[in-house]
């Protein structure tokens, strides 16, 4: 049974940078499309980065674009969401996803439990 486990969330001042880890267990990240997502109080869950199948092509929404970064260890199983320069309106729960057949923004096959992310001054 595939798991993953996210790990980094916190309480941030606006500008400052946190680093978001999603460790997978019982499969491999290795050729799979992995994914950031979050959800804000009383609003819709959004994709926010993902890394393609394959190619390991990064795609971000343009509120993140140039700020955070997504990538992922194949050696560790691990992947990352990178936030730097936060604003108020990053707070979010984030959530980690991976798809093992589509490259990006398709169905998700496992999900993480998710973690808040908090930017206050």
């Known amino acids: 049974q595939g798991r993953l486990v996210e790990s980094g969330g916190g309480v941030v001042q606006p500008g400052g940078s946190l680093r978001l880890s999603c460790t997978a267990s019982?499969?491999?990240?290795?050729?799979?499309?992995i994914a950031w997502f979050r959800q804000a109080p009383g609003k819709e869950r959004e994709g926010v980065a993902c890394?393609?199948?394959?190619?390991?092509?990064?795609y971000y929404i343009e509120s993140v674009e140039g700020r955070f970064t997504i990538d992922r260890d194949i050696a560790k199983n691990t992947m990352y969401l990178q936030m730097n320069s936060l604003k108020p309106e990053d707070t979010a729960v984030y959530f980690c996803?991976?798809?093992?057949?589509?490259?990006?923004?398709?169905?998700?096959?496992?999900w993480g439990q998710g973690t808040q992310v908090t930017v206050s001054s």
């Open positions: 996803a991976v798809d093992l057949f589509a490259h990006c923004w398709g169905i998700y096959d496992y």
């Open positions: 890394l393609s199948k394959g190619d390991d092509r990064a």
């Open positions: 019982g499969f491999t990240l290795d050729n799979t499309a």
